[in-house]
């Protein structure tokens, strides 16, 4: 049933929350070259929040879907920023697909996935190009949309599509968020929201096909 699926999800919000405090120091790196210098702390705010929201749910027997909407709306509360108003709405849509009852397949997976990637472009508004997380999110939701097969393994491809493209932000000029404010600053640079994206989702891809 959903529970084992909220007791999983649960762990996997705690493996991405490791992940995110061993980044915490190179993602605000990045983002004060263009941006204020808050990406790693608000994503370690974030998961954090979201991660402990999702223990609670699940120990008071919630299901997947209400274990990651919960976790979506901690996650914009507590971090803050742009990133964080995206990643609970990212979090809350993944849960949406997913059923408080049943069982979570692996084409829900795949389904929510995308729809999350498609709720962070339709909130923040952002192309690829722009700079911004959207930057490696959109190769990776068409990556995905275009897989057929198990969920883990159409992560993990997708997540090197998403990869190689955050590295390519470096190339670019911030058009969208704080960064635009800096211009050619911050060429040279990834955009710190694409890094920590595509490092989430290669954790997810390597974690669902293990
Ligand atoms: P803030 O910019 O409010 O300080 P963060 O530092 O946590 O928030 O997040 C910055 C990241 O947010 C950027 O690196 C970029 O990837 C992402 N971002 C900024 N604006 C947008 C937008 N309009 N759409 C999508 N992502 C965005
Ligand atoms: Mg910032
Ligand atoms: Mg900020």
Redesign the pocket.
């Known amino acids: 049933d959903s529970r084992a699926g909220a007791a999983r999800i649960t762990e996997l919000l705690g493996e991405i929350e490791s992940l995110l405090e061993e980044l915490e120091p190179e993602?605000g790196r990045?983002?004060a070259i263009a941006?204020?210098?808050?990406?790693g702390?608000?994503?370690v705010l974030g998961i954090r929040a979201a991660h402990s929201t999702a223990q609670r749910a699940a120990e008071a027997g919630a299901g997947a879907r209400t274990v990651l909407v919960q976790a979506g709306a901690s996650w914009s509360a507590e971090?803050?920023?742009?990133?964080?108003a995206?990643w609970g709405a990212a979090l809350t849509s993944v849960g949406s697909a997913f059923s408080d009852q049943e069982k979570v397949t692996d084409e829900q997976v795949v389904t929510a996935l995308v729809q999350a990637v498609e709720a962070?472009?339709r909130?923040?508004?952002?192309k690829p190009g722009?700079?911004?997380?959207?930057?490696a999110?959109v190769p990776f939701r068409e990556s995905l949309a275009g897989a057929d097969g198990a969920a883990g393994e159409a992560i993990v491809t997708a997540a090197e599509k998403a990869s190689a493209a955050a590295e390519a932000t470096a190339d670019i000029v911030a058009h969208?968020?704080?960064?635009r404010n800096h211009g050619d600053k911050s060429v040279g640079t990834p955009?710190?929201?694409?890094?920590?994206?595509s490092k989430i989702v290669t954790l997810l891809g390597r974690q669902l096909s293990a």
């Open positions: 993602l990045m983002d941006g204020d210098g808050d990406h702390q608000g994503m971090a803050g920023g742009t990133s964080g995206l962070i472009e909130l923040g508004g952002a722009d700079k911004t997380m959207v930057c999110a969208k968020g704080r960064a955009d710190p929201g694409a890094i920590s994206f």
